[in-house]
């Protein structure tokens, strides 16, 4: 397992302002530890708490274990299906913001289309990807996500 | 008449002149018959004999037979006889010695009493030998009150017996002689007349002097028209134009050499053509060359045939030759015996440079040792496949040619040769380049969708950590991480980069030796992503150590792409793809690509391999992947080979020549 919760080292090591529990908790899943890595990065600077997962298995356990606001999964995983480990999210944890990541499909593919009609997921984003935009879904995403409220995610793509 | 008087005179007393007188007789040469009866003639007169007559031998079957007889009637000549022994002639002649009766004292009773009954009153019986040789006997005799014989009459009649007796045996050798001489003779003339060739004897004169049955028969001539003719006058005058037979008869007359004519056309009239070789043979006697013996034989059949070989030949060598294929033919030891002109365009090399040598000189020497096995496998008898071994041209290139050898035969079956039909596979080859080509054009769009979203990857990395080394977030490690993954992403895009060109780009032609391994990992490189999109899952079980083939990377590249996508789609809902490796054999590599997918139906696995058979949407798959497989690995020398479960899997197993000592 190269389960790691970047949020914790890095929130003591760098001593932000804010402390690490008041944070909103994000779900990086991808295959790839480097954009865990860089993606990780890129959310802590926005002022989120990380973790990261490389396989579907690993991400439902800590989906499982504590509520994180938004999940960004990959649509290719060693051992399961990106759609399916939304819906499997989705199932483990309603109020859990999903949003896909990938540079297989292209936002108009039928399968995007057909998982944000069914809301597996709120939003798509397409690899490679502006920081900018994926910071903006993010937070809209949080906001949706505290409000109790995902389906309104939706709205926000 | 004279002779007549003369005797008749010394009749009453036989005198030595009498004897000089009747010896004429012998001295005359008469014929033999004429001679016994001149001197039976003189015997009787001079004796007063009332009969005579002589008695020859047959040796045979020990009988006295009348030859002459006088004072007898003639009808007893050739037909009374008496036997050896029996009677007074047969007496004499089987004791040799002469009788005179009544007055012979040892004389036995029935030859007393033989001569009694004959009513003769006196008998002289006289033996007619030369040395111990008995001819036969002369017998006087007198009938009735005649006075008998006197001793002078026997002494007369010995004489002149003793005189006939080697007369007689002179005129019986020279007979024999003359006999003998003809025999030979006759035996020579049926020699000449059974001879099958035409036979002239020309003489100084420039005549024939003798000409064969066989030559009368063909020329259509007599012996009239022929003997004592001048040459000239025989032959026509055209025929005596261009072959110069006079003066090559000349020729031979003077150098005493036979001469070697050679051919002739002559028709006798009225008949068809026929063709001669001619020879002139000088027939030498004690004065040097007496005549010119001309031989002709008849070779217009022989001519024939040798022109129908002739054409035979020449059809076969041009159907040979007219022939897209190298066909040369070979001997035991391989060497080489005759070459066509597609050998000689295709090589650059002619007859004369390749007669003698062996083809194995002229192999490329990768392909030697196939050729040089199924040669030897030839020789002993055995059926062999065909192989494919190239080429060496004049200019030092190498062309790839299919040969299909076989055994020549005698009629006993013994293997005298080989015949080597070779197919030049230049153009083929470039065709199946062509389609091995567009078929790994066909499969680099099926992972297209793999390779993008593998690229994809590295690029989000490089894009992410560019915008983070912008924004200067206050964290010391974090330039230091950005730029490190930004590197790592690159090198990654820019291998998925470099991969995906090597695989599209057209073949090398070259083989070499290939780590099977090696080109394995780049492949499954490739369709990694391609293959874990569909939740496969990829082992490899690979055999440390695995000798190497020798092969065309780039084809075999192709070959495991193929395979593995195909496992790939034989599994839409996930599974496992098992690459094993192993060497099988000392001189074998085994490949296996072993999936979990939905199998193949056994009414569809005698056609898999054909090109063309798919039994997928139109659009999703060209039907070739598995054709172009088999091709580049019968190119390979490796065989391939599927076996699979529906609804449980499927493998495909391939084996690769792997490099021995002598490549």
């Known amino acids: 397992m190269i389960c790691s919760n970047l949020a914790d080292q890095q929130d003591s090591s760098r001593k932000e302002p804010e402390t690490g529990k008041d944070l909103p908790r994000i779900l990086i899943v991808d295959d790839e530890p480097d954009m865990c890595w860089a993606l990780g990065k890129a959310l802590q600077v926005s002022h989120y708490s990380v973790a990261t997962a490389t396989r579907g298995a690993e991400a439902l356990e800590l989906v499982a274990a504590e509520r994180f606001a938004v999940v960004l999964v990959d649509v290719k995983l060693p051992d399961l299906d990106g759609l399916e480990l939304a819906a499997l999210i989705r199932q483990e944890s309603p109020q859990t913001v999903v949003v896909l990541v990938s540079g297989y499909f292209y936002p108009e593919d039928e399968a995007i289309s057909e998982g944000l009609e069914k809301g597996l997921f709120v939003d798509f984003i397409a690899k490679p990807f502006r920081l900018e935009k994926v910071r903006a879904i993010v937070r809209r995403s949080v906001e949706a996500s505290e409000r109790g409220n995902c389906n309104d995610a939706s709205s926000l793509g | ?120 009153c006196s008998s002289l019986c006289l033996p007619l030998s030369v040395g111990t040789h008995l001819l036969g006997v002369v017998h006087l005799t007198h009938h009735g009150d005649e006075a008998p014989f006197r001793l002078e009459d026997l002494w007369f009649a010995s004489l002149l017996a003793e005189r006939l007796a080697v007369a007689l045996d002179i005129a019986r050798f020279r007979d024999e002689q003359a006999r003998q001489l003809q025999a030979r003779e006759r035996f020579i003339r049926d020699i000449l007349k059974s001879i099958p060739s035409s036979l002239l004897v020309i003489d100084r004169s420039m005549r024939v002097v003798s000409a064969n049955r066989n030559f009368l028969l063909k020329a259509k001539r007599d012996e009239e028209s022929t003997l004592g003719h001048r040459i000239e006058e025989v032959f026509p005058r055209a025929l005596m134009e261009y072959t110069q037979l006079d003066r090559q008869i000349l020729q031979v007359f003077r150098s005493g050499q036979p001469v070697e004519g050679g051919k002739l056309a002559y028709r006798a009239p009225g008949l068809p053509n026929r063709v001669y070789y001619y020879r002139l043979v000088p027939i030498k006697g004690q004065s040097g060359v007496e005549s010119v013996l001309l031989l002709m034989d008849d070779i217009t059949e022989r001519e024939q045939l040798g022109r129908e070989v002739r054409l035979a030949e020449r059809h076969l060598a041009s159907v040979v030759d007219c022939a897209n294929d190298l066909v040369i033919s070979l001997n035991r030891q391989g060497r080489i015996l005759t070459w066509n002109v597609a050998a000689e365009h295709a090589s650059g090399l002619k007859m004369d440079q390749v007669n003698g040598q062996t083809l194995l000189s002229f192999c490329a020497s990768r392909g030697q040792s196939v050729m040089a096995d199924m040669l030897q496998k030839l020789t002993q008898g055995e059926r062999v496949r065909n192989v494919e071994a190239n080429l060496t041209t004049s200019d030092g290139r190498e062309i790839p040619i299919s040969w299909s050898c076989s055994a020549m035969r005698e009629d006993g079956g013994e293997v005298v040769g080989i015949v080597a039909v070779g197919r030049d596979l230049t153009e083929r080859r470039s065709l199946e380049a062509q389609l091995i080509q567009s078929a790994k054009m066909a499969s680099l769009g099926v992972m297209a969708g793999g390779i993008a979203h593998e690229v994809r990857n590295p690029l989000g990395i490089i894009a992410i950590s560019a915008q983070l080394l912008r924004e200067r977030f206050n964290d010391p490690e974090l330039p230091a991480g950005c730029l490190e993954r930004i590197d790592k992403a690159v090198k990654r895009a820019s291998l998925i980069i470099e991969n995906l060109l090597k695989f599209a780009r057209a073949s090398r032609e070259q083989m070499e030796k290939v780590d099977v391994h090696a080109v394995l990992d780049e492949t499954l490189a490739l369709l990694a992503n391609q293959i874990s999109l569909q939740k496969v899952a990829l082992k490899k079980d690979f055999q440390p150590d695995l000798p190497t083939v020798y092969g065309n990377p780039d084809l075999l590249q192709q070959v495991f792409a193929n395979l593995a996508l195909n496992a790939r789609n034989a599994m839409p809902e996930g599974g496992t793809l098992v690459v094993t490796t192993r060497s099988s054999r000392a001189d074998q590599v085994e490949l296996q690509f072993s999936d979990t997918g939905c199998g193949i139906p056994s009414e569809n696995l005698p056609k898999i391999f054909d090109p063309f058979f798919t039994t997928r949407p139109v659009g999703q798959g060209t039907g070739l992947g598995l054709s172009i497989c088999y091709s580049i690995v019968q190119q390979h020398r490796g065989t391939i080979e599927v076996q699979s479960q529906p609804g449980e899997g499927t493998t495909v197993t391939v084996r690769l020549p792997s490099v021995t000592d002598d490549m």
Not at chain 2, 20 to 36: A, I, M, N, S
Not at chain 2, 56 to 64: A, R, S, V, W, Y
């Open chain 2, 1 to 120: 008449m004279d002779r007549q008087a003369t005797t008749q005179e010394q009749m009453e007393q036989p005198s030595l002149a009498s004897l000089f007188g009747c010896w004429k007789v012998f001295q005359d040469h008469l014929h033999p018959d004429e001679l016994v009866h001149q001197v039976l003639e003189v015997m009787t007169q001079v004796t007063g004999s009332s009969t005579a007559s002589l008695m020859l031998l047959d040796e045979d079957d020990q009988t006295l037979r009348v030859k002459a007889a006088v004072g007898l009637p003639q009808d007893i000549i050739g037909t009374a006889q008496v036997r050896l022994g029996e009677g007074i002639a047969g007496w004499v002649a089987k004791n040799r010695r002469p009788l005179m009766l009544p007055d012979g004292s040892d004389i036995p009773v029935s030859v007393r009493e033989s001569m009694l009954g004959q009513n003769m």
